[in-house]
């Protein structure tokens, strides 16, 4: 991880979202807003539910949580429509 941030950095190139996934219901954990490899204001989380093993390309944009980092540093759930829109 660190080697990315110094290449990312060096190349000046952000990371914009992060996906990941949860057994079951799609949702933004507190272990994920803790542990989340992005910090900026406005960086993306996508949650996937049931591992993704139901989500194809199609159903991504409904089947996943869609998460935005606010200049509270707090994560804040959008509807995917929203964010499709902002981006």
């Known amino acids: 991880m660190a080697a990315l941030l110094t290449y990312l950095r060096e190349s000046r190139l952000q990371v914009v979202a992060q ?5 079951y219901d ?6 994920d807003d ?5 910090r900026h204001i406005g960086a993306l989380s996508l949650v996937v539910p049931s591992f993704g093993l139901q989500t194809t390309a199609e159903t991504f944009v409904n089947d996943a949580a869609v998460y935005v980092l606010f200049a509270d540093n707090q994560w804040h759930q959008v509807p995917a429509a929203r964010v499709l829109r902002c981006y």
Request: proline share 6%; no cysteine.
């Open 26 to 31: 799609a949702f933004h954990s507190r272990a």
């Open 19 to 23: 996906v990941h996934s949860h057994p």
């Open 34 to 38: 803790m542990w989340a490899i992005i």
